[in-house]
Each structure stands twice: as structure tokens, then as C-alpha cells.
């Protein structure tokens, strides 16, 4: 019979699958039969597909471990210090990743077989969050090795790549066009989605390593050239992003000057130039971008009897500031449309952003594509003319009879972004950007290596990991190292060797002279007997796992106070509520450490011959719990399938 409804959200167990998929057929010929079986549990570690759906390639089942409390700290550390190490091992901006990703990790999640995704996202702010607030630092940078890399650029990847390179004993200096670092965190997300005490916070942590030296307002091409570059420095890296924005490809879009990008007009907004937007914003997008640009648009609001100075236009293109502290005093609700190409479900932001716009009081119109401008008597656009969308083989044509106009008094394009590659002609792949093998180098440019929008725009958290791959890159060429391939499931892996000699429980030494060839042993120290490490190669997926183990356990969801559109003008608080440490504690507890060990002692209490059995506390650690008597063994394989995790394969075999 059908799990009932009432069922099926809160007992999860194996009723809740369709009657007919389970691989359960003879329970008796399993288990006994005995010598007939050649097969013994062996210890497999895989990636699970929330690190492997993560562009920065994070620890997150490790650090989540350690929130947890199954995880133990080093004596010298505290929990929260140690999860924020291990969070900080990928990527330095564990507060703000925790506020704006898009979170893919979450999307991977095996945990959705069950109810709901884990909250990665909420605990790795709570991480960040928690950092800032007890002052956590990284660990001193090693010795200098005496060479320096030229990073251009201060943004998340420039920064992430310095961050690596002083920890690999790399000097930097950082090159950069505005006066302050910080790249699309600072001049392209609000301050209410990233706030600025723990942006700041968070770049100084990695200018503390020490030789980070920065150029601000220096643009390369313009004001140093790349000669200067290969001159000064050992290596260079590209970072410089993509913050010129795409006009729209309607007539007469060049030159109107109340049409601007959404990249321009977010960064007069986060430069502080910007106090008030016009009466009626209409926003061509259906990305992250428009969905900012039409938040702060709503919040913003307009003045009635605007000088030429406060005019956006103006603040966007001629860089003035607008300082009457009445302005904002004085405005008033702006009526701002956001329109895509594409349905709302195909839009390329967050479902969640989306909901949250309008819920703000923006029109959304989907499915709609822009065919030209309305343009008045003085030379600026009354309105935007549209219709209905068709797209076929991915292209987009008008649906006759759909055509109608959108007044406007400012027309903003958040349609892509480019770079600027003014002077650097040399590097640019004629679409605007830089190529960039698997390795992060540019092709044919021996020491010039490249992270981030500038090779592809994309989210933050990519060019986090592109700059975590270039810093390897850069650190193997200034050893004059053989270029290593890079794994398939190219992340930051639990390591078992490393968390034994953390421990201090690292294995002996192996010598073939002193013992021969044969590495294979079942009681020898200088090797871990039964464990395979595949993370590097595999991504567990849900059907690996014993789920009917998982209680039903809700997902602990951050509040955010999201303004209704009565009260949205005027309002830049933070709209997310982190986590308490309870909460991220009880969340953290939702992860299913899928692809290792956490300890659940399964095997160990299901076993009928006793074979499994905990590893002796001296010899014990993470990944390293449980060990089998391979002479008791029958090769039952009930140790497997009860394995929450997919740990235990059952291999061994002669």
C-alpha cells in the first residue's frame, strides 16, 4: 500500500518509494551464503555532490563535520575557529558567500531524496559571521620563496589568488583601477546584500598575511604597461573582471543618455554618487544583475522637480555626486519593470531573488523581448517598445500583434557584461575576454595566467575556484614544477593522511628495501588496510546511501526581512537573518556526510559474525573509525547495506 500524505513529509522511510524499487529480493541467499561470497567490506572515500556542484571547490561535508561536533579540533582551537580554517581553505569570503551564492552546492544535495536541501549556505555564514566577530585570523603565511606575482585586479578572484599565493610563500601585489579593493563585492551587490563592515573585514584578514602589497587607481594598459609587468614581476595573473556592461541591440541605444547599464548604475548606487533613480526604471535583464538594479531602483525612489545634477543619468555618466542629504528625504516610489527574454522559471536568477522583487513592489514581465526605443524631443527616451517573445533554436522573434510601449524615464540594459580591455589588445580573444587553458594559463603566454568574469562571466564562487586553479598554476611554473593534471572531481578533498598527522597518528614510513614490494597489508602500520580514497575520481550519488536510516528533520531557515512595496523605499537593512549556533548546529546535523564515515556504528552493531569492529582509540580519527577482522569475515555484506553514507563496498576479492 501507498506511504499515506501526512507520512511521507515527516516518517521518511523506505515506504515512501514506489512498491517494486528496492534491490532487497532474497534476503537469504545474502547473508548465508557464507563462504560461497568472496567479497569483505572495504572503506571507499568518494565526494559527495554538494562539494562536487561547488565552483570553489569547498570542503563543505568537512567543515559542516566539525560544526557538528563529530569533527574534533586540534587542542589549540576552538570548533568555530577550526570549521572557519577548514571553510577558509577554499575560499577566504566565507560571510558574504554565505549571504549572496546561488548556492549549486545546495542543488546537489542527496539530502533532497528526503525533504530539503541542507543550508549549506546558512551555516557557512554563520561560519563567516562568527569569524569576524571573535577576531579569527588565517595562519601566518610561510617564508618567502622571493618571488612576486602581479595580480590585476582586486576583486574575488584577484584577491582569492593573492590569498592562495601568500599561502604558498608567494609575495603579491595587486593592481587595481578603483580606489578601493573589492571588485563586483563592492561596486556591483548592494550594501543591504553584502555588508560592508564584513566586506571589509573579510579583505583586510587577507592583506594581514603580509606582502599584499596594492596600486590603487592603476589601470594596466593605461598607466603601466604589460612590459613593466614581465619586467618587475616573476608571474601575472589576470583578474581585472567584467564591469562594462552590454547596451541594448535596439537602434539608437548609444548615445541616449538615460539608457545605462546595469553595471554602471549599480556602481553609482554603491559608490555612493546616487541618492534617487527616475519616476519610471524599466530593466532588461532576467539575471542577478537587473534583479539588484531593480531592488535599488524600488528603494531609491524618485524626487518630482530633480535638478540636472540629481538626474541618474547624470550621477551614471558623468560620475557627479549627489549630495543633498534632502533627496532622499523628499522621494517618492519609483514604478520600476523588470523584463526577460525568457519565462520566469527560465530566468537565470534565483527563483527566491525573483519572489523577493516582486514581493518589493516590481513589476516583472517575462517572455518579452525589447524591439527600440521611444525617443522624445530633447533626445532622451520616453519609453521602451516590446512584445510578446518566441524563442526558436534559442533565438528570440516578436510575436506579431504583441507590440506595445513601456514609458520610462530611465532604461537600464543588465543583459551581460564585458571587460575592459583598453591597451591590451594582445590578450583580448576578440569577444572581449581571455582565454584560458584547464589550467589557468593563457595560451601561448608563458608566466600570464588568468581567473575570474574575464574569462567567462559567471557567479562569484567560480571565480573564487578559477583563482584557486590559477594559483596552483602559478605556483608550479615559479617552481619550474611538471604541470600536474588536475583530477576529475577537481576540489578540495578530505585527505586521511593529513587528518592522521594531525592527529600525530601519521603511518610508518614504507621502504621496498626494508619490506619488498608488496604495499598489501591487513595489520602492518605503514598503510591504511582497507580504505580506498576515490574522492578525487567519484561523486557519490543518493542511491549509494542507506536512507532509510535519515529521520525526517526539518531545514533550519534563516528569517530575512524582505520589505513589502509600501514600505521598501528607504530601506537598506540587511535582509538576512543568520543563523544562532543552535541552529547551525541542528542544521549542520541534516548533512549526511555522504561518501565518508560519521560515525553511526551501523556495521559494527549489524554485523553477525563480529568481523567490524571500532578502531582502538589510539589509532582512531576522522575517516578512520571502523576496521574489519577479515578472518571472521562471510561476506554478508549487511555492513554495507546498512552504511548511511555509501562507505562501506563490499571488494577484497580474490
Avoid at 602581479?150 to 595587486?174: D, E, M, N, S, V
Avoid at 522637480?305 to 522621494?331: C, I, N, W
Avoid at 598554476?473 to 587528518?499: C, G, M, T, W
Wanted: proline share 5%; net charge negative; with cysteine.
Amino acid at each position: 500500500m501507498a506511504t499515506p500524505a501526512h507520512e511521507i513529509n515527516t516518517k521518511p522511510s523506505w515506504r515512501r518509494y514506489a512498491d517494486g524499487q528496492q534491490d532487497w529480493e532474497s534476503w537469504t541467499d545474502k547473508i548465508f551464503a557464507q563462504d560461497r561470497s568472496h567479497k569483505c567490506p572495504t572503506y571507499i572515500h568518494k565526494t559527495p555532490p554538494c562539494q562536487a556542484s561547488c565552483p570553489s571547490g569547498e570542503d563543505i561535508r568537512g567543515w559542516l563535520a566539525i560544526v557538528r561536533q563529530q569533527e574534533k579540533p586540534p587542542s589549540d582551537l576552538t570548533w568555530q575557529e577550526y570549521a572557519f580554517r577548514r571553510a577558509t581553505d577554499a575560499n577566504p569570503f566565507p560571510a558574504l558567500m554565505g549571504r549572496v551564492c546561488p548556492a549549486p552546492c545546495q542543488s546537489g544535495c542527496n539530502r533532497t531524496e528526503l525533504e530539503s536541501a541542507v543550508g549549506i549556505n546558512a551555516v557557512e555564514q554563520f561560519i563567516g559571521d562568527t569569524a569576524i566577530a571573535n577576531g579569527y585570523r588565517f595562519a601566518a603565511a610561510p617564508p618567502l620563496t622571493g618571488q612576486r606575482v602581479a595580480i590585476i585586479g582586486g576583486g574575488p578572484a584577484g584577491l582569492a589568488a593573492a590569498y592562495q599565493l601568500r599561502r604558498k610563500g608567494h609575495a603579491c601585489t595587486i593592481l587595481e583601477s578603483n580606489e578601493r579593493l573589492g571588485g563586483m563585492f563592492r561596486y556591483g551587490i548592494p550594501g543591504y546584500r553584502v555588508p560592508r563592515g564584513h566586506l571589509d573585514a573579510e579583505i583586510q584578514r587577507i592583506l594581514d598575511l603580509g606582502d599584499i602589497e596594492v596600486r590603487f587607481k592603476t589601470r594596466v594598459g593605461v598607466d603601466v604597461q604589460v612590459a613593466d609587468l614581465e619586467r618587475d614581476f616573476d608571474a601575472v595573473l589576470w583578474a581585472i573582471g567584467c564591469q562594462s556592461g552590454r547596451g541594448l541591440p535596439v537602434p539608437g541605444w548609444e548615445g541616449t543618455p538615460n539608457c545605462v547599464s546595469g553595471v554602471a548604475f549599480l556602481k553609482a548606487f554603491n559608490e555612493g554618487r546616487m541618492k534617487v533613480t527616475a519616476q519610471r526604471v524599466v530593466c532588461v535583464g532576467g539575471g542577478d544583475t537587473s534583479i539588484d538594479v531593480v531592488s535599488v531602483a524600488r528603494r531609491l525612489g524618485h524626487i518630482t522637480k530633480a535638478g540636472h545634477r540629481e538626474l541618474p543619468e547624470t550621477v551614471v555618466h558623468d560620475g557627479y555626486v549627489a549630495h543633498d542629504a534632502a533627496l532622499s528625504a523628499a522621494a517618492e516610489g519609483a514604478e520600476v519593470t523588470l523584463t526577460s527574454l525568457f519565462a520566469r522559471a527560465q530566468m537565470t536568477a534565483s527563483e527566491h531573488e525573483v519572489h523577493d522583487a516582486t514581493y518589493e513592489g516590481v513589476t516583472i514581465l517575462d517572455g518579452v523581448m525589447p524591439l527600440e526605443l521611444i525617443v522624445g524631443g530633447d533626445g532622451r527616451a520616453t519609453g521602451l517598445k516590446v512584445a510578446d517573445c518566441r524563442l526558436t533554436n534559442g533565438r528570440p522573434s516578436p510575436v506579431e500583434g504583441t507590440e506595445r510601449v513601456l514609458a520610462a524615464d530611465l532604461i537600464v540594459s543588465a543583459i551581460g557584461q564585458g571587460g575592459d580591455l583598453t591597451g591590451l589588445t594582445a590578450f583580448d580573444n576578440g569577444r572581449g575576454f581571455i582565454n584560458a587553458d584547464k589550467f589557468g594559463q593563457v595560451p601561448e603566454r608563458a608566466g600570464h595566467f588568468v581567473a575570474g568574469d574575464i574569462i567567462r562571466p559567471h557567479l562569484l564562487t567560480t571565480a573564487i575556484g578559477q583563482a584557486w586553479v590559477a594559483a596552483d598554476s602559478i605556483d608550479a611554473y615559479l617552481r619550474q614544477a611538471e604541470k600536474r593534471r588536475r583530477p576529475k572531481v577537481d576540489v578540495h578533498h578530505f585527505n586521511l593522511l593529513d587528518k592522521l598527522a594531525e592527529v600525530k597518528r601519521t603511518p610508518e614510513p614504507f621502504s621496498i628495501e626494508a619490506r619488498g614490494d608488496l604495499r598489501g597489508t591487513d595489520d602492518g602500520n605503514w598503510a591504511v588496510h582497507n580504505y580506498d580514497d576515490r574522492s578525487s575520481a567519484e561523486v557519490i550519488a543518493q542511491d549509494e546511501l542507506f536512507l532509510g536510516h535519515f529521520n525526517y528533520h526539518p531545514q533550519n531557515v534563516r528569517e530575512e526581512q524582505v520589505p513589502g512595496a509600501e514600505v521598501v523605499l528607504g530601506h537598506f537593512k540587511e535582509r538576512v537573518i543568520g543563523l544562532t549556533d543552535v541552529q547551525a548546529l541542528d542544521e549542520a546535523k541534516r548533512c549526511m556526510s555522504c561518501g565518508l564515515c560519521f560515525e553511526c556504528d551501523n556495521c559494527v552493531i549489524y554485523c553477525p559474525q563480529g568481523a567490524v569492529y571500532r578502531t582502538p582509540k589510539s589509532e582512531r580519527t576522522t575517516g578512520r573509525y571502523v576496521a574489519t577482522d577479515y578472518a571472521k569475515c562471510i561476506g554478508c555484506h549487511i555492513c554495507a547495506d546498512v552504511c548511511p553514507t555509501g562507505y562501506i563496498k563490499m571488494g577484497l576479492g580474490e
